[in-house]
């Protein structure tokens, strides 16, 4: 399994922009679909921005569009996020699960590889 190691959380100013990076031990990760999700208290974990390696389609949740960015480089995942919202505070967990060569139809991934997560709050 590719092991997954998240920084860059933090406490931050509603309006204000944070960047996540999530480090892999996989380079490239072609053949894995992977993305940032986030939990609150009382909820189940939620997919919010996600990339297939593949074909480096991605998907976001519609509370982060436009305003979140996934991208990808060598060896880290990259979460960079602006405008941030009292209410995107929460853990950020990177995940990934390896497909093969071939693109997902799963807008974001049934992961099989979790980060131990980065705690972001956004204070009003």
């Known amino acids: 399994q590719v092991q997954l190691v998240e920084s860059g959380g933090g406490v931050v100013q509603a309006g204000g922009s944070l960047t996540l990076i999530c480090t892999t031990s996989?380079?490239?990760?072609?053949?894995?679909?992977f993305g940032w999700f986030r939990q609150v208290p009382g909820k189940d974990r939620e997919g919010i921005a996600c990339?297939?390696?593949?074909?480096?389609g991605t998907s976001y949740a519609d509370s982060v569009k436009g305003r979140f960015t996934i991208s990808r480089r060598a060896t880290t995942i990259t979460l960079q996020m602006t405008n941030l919202k009292v209410e995107d505070t929460g853990i950020y967990y990177c995940?990934?699960?390896?497909?093969?060569?071939?693109?997902?139809?799963?807008?974001?991934?049934?992961?099989?590889?979790w980060g131990r997560g980065t705690q972001v709050t956004v204070s009003s």
């Open positions: 995940g990934a699960d390896y497909t093969g060569p071939h693109a997902s139809h799963l807008e974001c991934p049934e992961v099989d590889s």
């Open positions: 996989e380079f490239g990760l072609d053949y894995y679909h």
């Open positions: 990339m297939d390696g593949y074909d480096s």
